[in-house]
């Protein structure tokens, strides 16, 4: 992904949610952008508007971390936001070790060391799986393998969860707030974009689903990203019914790049009594489930 677009876009995108109210200016009239001018930005972070105008022609090599966070205090961005800028200023720098060098494609499946499976398999109280910043479920235990047997059903989704949001019509019923895993979904792969920009893989994700859906292109067009660390979600399983579920993602330290993802039910709650009877569904039916998940390329 060519870095200077991305500074760009993501950038002119930022800038253009500040009005002036927020960032504490008159609005006056016969204003033609949305947000805030750049002659404003500049004003604001205390420097020339010929070097904020490089800054946002996507030029960010060498530029000092005091100037970064002054353009990410001016245009108010968020934890993710702000260290999307940072990984996009070390990818322009060539700083990162992994943007160096495109990363070639990965030419097999990535597999848990046995102590990561064993750890997934003696969570018994919830789904727990490990995806990559694609959204590939690379491990899980029966239990997500359970909640997930929409995803693992198409082999066209390759176990990967933007594909099964945006390409299978099957999410739309799974997930009953589909518009909000949707904008999840692309945040993160904004998100991994930023941390290794030059994934092929990921090229190939983002190019597949820009290709093949509307929704996915408008949501990517936006340039938001998040961290996805804790909160709730429903679901509807096919077999279980509505389940809502407490989540909370974790960094592995030992693969980084890879989150533990575990789901949790509030106790008493007819969630816990719905993922109880999904243990039970999935003790019956975990070879096929084991089966359905080897076969996915």
């Known amino acids: 992904m060519d870095n200077r677009e991305e500074v760009r876009e993501f950038l002119t995108s930022r800038r253009a949610k500040i009005t002036p109210e927020r960032a504490g200016l ?16 500049a004003a604001l972070a205390d420097m020339s508007v010929e070097y904020y105008a490089k800054l946002e022609r996507g030029n960010l090599a060498g530029v000092s971390p005091a100037v970064l966070e002054a353009v990410a205090r001016v245009l108010q ?31 097999q499946r990535w597999t848990p060391h046995r102590s990561l499976q064993w750890t997934l398999d003696a969570i018994t109280a919830g789904p727990a799986f490990v995806r990559n910043g694609r959204l590939d479920v690379l491990a899980a235990n029966p239990l997500a393998r359970a909640l997930h047997a929409d995803v693992y059903a198409s082999p066209g989704n390759q176990a990967n969860l933007a ?25 993160i792969l904004r998100t991994e974009a930023g941390r290794n920009p030059h994934d092929k893989d990921l090229h190939d994700l983002v ?28 679901f509807h399983h096919q077999v279980v019914g509505d389940l809502t579920l ?31 009877l999904l243990a039970s569904w999935a003790a019956t039916h975990e070879a096929d489930l084991s089966r359905d998940t080897l076969s996915t390329p």
């Open 207 to 234: 190019g597949e689903l820009c290709t093949r859906s509307d929704e996915f292109r408008t949501r990517w067009g936006a340039h938001n990203v998040r961290n996805h660390g804790t909160g709730t979600k429903r």
């Open 77 to 107: 961005l968020d934890d993710a936001e702000r260290a999307h800028l940072l990984n996009l200023a070390h990818a322009a720098d060539g700083s990162d070790a992994l943007t160096r060098r495109p990363r070639r494609r990965t030419s």
């Open 26 to 41: 008159p609005s006056g009239p016969r204003r033609r952008v949305p947000g805030l001018r750049r002659s404003e930005v």
């Open 163 to 187: 594909r099964f949001i945006f390409l299978d019509p099957a999410s739309h019923s799974f997930f009953p707030d589909w518009d909000t895993f949707a904008d999840a979904a692309v945040a």
């Open 246 to 276: 407490a989540y909370e993602g974790l960094e592995m330290a030992a693969e980084p790049g890879l989150t533990l993802t575990i789901y949790t039910a509030e106790p008493g709650s007819p969630s816990a009594e719905a993922l109880a």
